[in-house]
């Protein structure tokens, strides 16, 4: 019960979301990065970005000069997170008690099922149906996913806290 408790508050105060500390970023514009082009063009077009262009010399034997796309926040958004959306728990399915040698500290990895909810509109962008971040992310709406994360017992401070947290945007 207190695990459950730990990871649905941890999950309903860690929203999804684009790290921010990316920006600026200049993505040349060639097919190795048509998917970012589009997730950011569209991020641009919802007000999150603003968008600049220039033509550079990239270097490459097919292509000599082509242009560059600069990304950077919208400075009236600054201060916002990017969220994609929420990471909803549905049931904890496994504890298991780790021990080690190193440590006396009491370790559970706990396995859970997880739905994606409440997603930002702007996934459903039709430039963005080619990107397979988001496809799992979709597709993750109506199959649950499974995880699972380190808690571990802070004698000290008297509660639990979560250690190796999962990537919820791992689509492989």
Known sequence: MIFTETLTDYLQRHPITISASQFPVSVANIPENAEKLALFDTLTEEGWLQKTSTVADV???KVL???VFNYELNRSRQDQPIIVGY???EHVIYLELLTS????DTRYRVGFTWLYHQP?????APALSANPELTFIKSALKVPQT????????ADQKRWSLQQWPTFLNAE
């Not at 040698?101 to 006396?104: A, I, K, L, Q």
């Not at 930002?120 to 459903?124: E, G, L, V």
Request: proline share 4%; aromatic share 16%; charged share 25%.
């Open 120 to 124: 930002s509109p702007w996934i459903w």
């Open 147 to 154: 995880a699972d994360i380190h808690l571990v017992w802070e």
């Open 87 to 89: 990471v909803q728990l």
């Open 59 to 61: 270097g490459n034997k």
């Open 65 to 67: 000069f082509t242009r």
């Open 101 to 104: 040698n190193d440590s006396e």
